[in-house]
């Protein structure tokens, strides 16, 4: 088994930043596929930004030029870095990964997800 706990959430005044990190624990033997997605109150939940375990990157165009997603795989870990913060990003954003455990058991995971809330 696996677990994704995600950090870095908060409030934060509109035009601020923030920095998300997701750490990937467990029984790990590879990650492929990471990711964010967010879910703001009353709305389906959608795709922030993606990476390959290569290092490709895509991403919402609502997001494109203020969010940057990275990862480092020594560490199981990626991450979100926020900028240009606006109302319209308030809500729990989500870590996703697909990782596959030292017996070879390939599943999708997720993390419990953190508030992300901008108001001035």
């Known amino acids: 088994q696996a677990q994704l706990v995600e950090s870095g959430g908060g409030l934060v005044q509109p035009g601020g930043s923030l920095r998300l990190s997701c750490l990937a624990s467990?029984?790990?033997?590879?990650?492929?596929?990471m990711g964010w997605y967010r879910q703001a109150p009353g709305k389906q939940r959608e795709t922030v930004a993606t990476?390959?375990?290569?290092?490709?990157?895509t991403y919402a165009d609502s997001v494109k030029g203020r969010f940057a997603i990275s990862r480092d795989n020594a560490k199981n870990t990626v991450y979100l870095q926020m900028n240009s913060l606006k109302p319209g990003d308030t809500a729990v954003y989500y870590c996703?990964?697909?990782?596959?455990?030292?017996?070879?058991?390939?599943?999708?995971?997720w993390g419990q997800g953190t508030q992300v809330t901008v108001s001035s």
């Open positions: 996703n990964a697909g990782i596959a455990t030292l017996t070879r058991s390939l599943s999708d995971y």
């Open positions: 990476i390959t375990g290569g290092g490709r990157t």
């Open positions: 467990g029984s790990i033997f590879r990650i492929y596929d």
